[in-house]
């Protein structure tokens, strides 16, 4: 093959037979794309002496093509978690039940009642479709779902305490994954935020004593990602609301993660269900749907009738609101609650959150079973113990015994094993744990095995 002594013209790349064959399948600004990022590499390369010394015409196809392969394939696309992370935010938090992505798709394909009493044949409204089943499953009066939990925190607080006081402890003005913080999002409410007591220990006589004429709220927010610990004093639930009724005021609850069950004889304890705040009188609140929900990405807003009928008719509402997909997946959801065994099982988040370690070990092990006849000679795959995480800003402190698979390899570190599996074309991530590369088995998913038996190959 001719090697390439210095940066060839598009025109001339263009020409080659290759590239020639390339242009009768794809379309031609896609291919001359390709061509230009690879010709630029090549040229950056270049600068610093080190152009490719050797590479032939071949060789430089080969890389259009793979750039190409780049370019065409969807830049959102599977990943495999090993990290351990049940409702790892980066990677798209929660899976969907299998029920829930069928109705997304019946829903995405179809003309639906999204908006239309059937009945009437007149005009409804797209939250009827979940409010019931959401009032059932929590005992709420009333329901409303937005976009995400940042959406209905400030749906909430507009619609409130616009131009009015809120009043909140300076322990629990939380950021959550960096842009959600509550004074920024108090400010963009029209709220004005009244902190009260200090970042380890606030009282009920800090909140009565912030109660003023201005005031239109006690806002009550869940400390999701941190735990404050030592010489510390919070006020409950219980002693707000009481508070609250007594000046006349409504108390609100940003509860984060939003259970809906009680999972704490699976060992999941310290998250307290979305129910339980209702019991004790909280006038609204709001949770994710995507958290220990296990649905798709919404915000919760449950409350007395009458705030949510003043937030129905909030202008923001209409900027905030859920798109008819995620509505579906919600409402699927949402219906596999009627029975607790069946949601434990069929949704992914509470299905990964209970696993226990025994069936953890098993997994483990007959996953090297079937990966063994498939693996290079050099790979080396072992059981060990550890602990995989909630995630998702939820239950930071709790550790969930798990099992995870050791991947040794020889002339292979633990970090550029990492690097590899993260380049693949579905990327696997796992993560470092005194020098070793591991990927929890808690996380994994039958339909990751392809992918892992590729990443597998790259170690030989
Ligand atoms: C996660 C979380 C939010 C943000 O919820 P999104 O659904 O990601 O918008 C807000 N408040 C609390 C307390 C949270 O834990």
Redesign the pocket.
């Known amino acids: 093959m001719k090697k390439i002594s210095s940066i060839p013209k598009v025109d001339k790349v263009l020409s080659l037979p290759a590239i020639r064959l390339l242009l009768e399948t794809y379309p031609r600004p896609t291919v001359l794309t390709a061509v230009r990022n690879v010709l630029a590499t090549l040229r950056g390369d270049s600068q610093d002496g080190r152009l490719a010394t050797a590479l032939d015409e071949e060789q430089l196809c080969g890389l259009i093509a793979g750039e190409l392969e780049k370019i065409i394939a969807p830049t959102l696309h599977p990943v495999v978690n090993g990290s351990g992370v049940v409702i790892h935010t980066n990677l798209g938090r929660s899976l969907l039940a299998e029920s829930a992505c069928r109705q997304m798709l019946e829903v995405a394909r179809r003309y639906s009642n999204l908006e239309m009493d059937m009945a009437t044949g007149e005009r409804g409204e797209r939250y009827v479709h979940v409010e019931a089943l959401l009032c059932e499953l929590t005992g709420a009066e009333a329901a409303l779902v937005v976009n995400?939990?940042?959406?209905a925190?400030l749906l909430c607080l507009s619609g409130i305490a616009a131009g009015k006081e809120v009043v909140v402890s300076r322990g629990e003005l939380?950021e959550?994954?960096g842009s959600?913080r509550i004074p920024d999002v108090m400010r963009l409410s029209g709220g004005i935020l009244k902190e009260v007591g200090t970042t380890n220990r606030t009282h009920l006589k800090d909140y009565q004593g912030a109660i003023c004429p201005e005031t239109a709220l006690l806002l009550k927010?869940?400390t999701?990602?941190f735990s404050v610990v030592g010489f510390t004093a919070e006020v409950s639930v219980e002693q707000l609301v009481r508070c609250g009724r007594e000046a006349g005021l409504p108390v609100m609850a940003?509860i984060?993660?939003g259970s809906l069950l009680d999972l704490s004889k699976y060992g999941i304890t310290g998250e307290t269900p979305v129910q339980e705040y209702l019991k004790v009188g909280v006038d609204i609140i709001t949770c994710?749907g995507?958290?220990m929900l296990g649905g798709p990405?919404a915000?919760i807003i449950l409350g007395t009738k009458e705030i949510i009928a003043r937030l129905r008719k909030n202008q923001l509402l209409r900027a905030l609101r859920i798109d008819k997909l995620t509505l579906a997946a919600l409402e699927a959801t949402l219906r596999l609650y009627r029975d607790e065994r069946e949601a434990v099982a069929e949704i992914p988040t509470l299905r990964m959150l209970t696993l226990q370690p025994a069936a953890l070990k098993a997994k483990a092990q007959s996953l090297i079973r079937r990966l063994r006849p498939k693996l290079p000679a050099s790979v080396r795959l072992t059981v060990v113990a550890g602990n995989s995480q909630v995630g998702?800003?939820s239950l930071p402190l709790l550790d969930l015994p798990t099992y995870l698979m050791a991947i040794e390899a020889a002339g292979w570190s633990p970090q550029k094993i990492d690097e590899a599996f993260r380049g693949l074309k579905t990327p696997v991530l796992g993560r470092i744990n005194k020098g070793q590369y591991l990927l929890d088995l808690r996380t994994l998913q039958d339909a990751d095995f392809p992918a892992l038996v590729e990443a597998m190959g790259v170690l030989s």
């Open positions: 995400n939990n940042a959406a925190v939380v959550i994954g959600f927010v869940h999701s990602n940003d984060g993660s994710s995507d958290k990405q915000g998702g800003g």
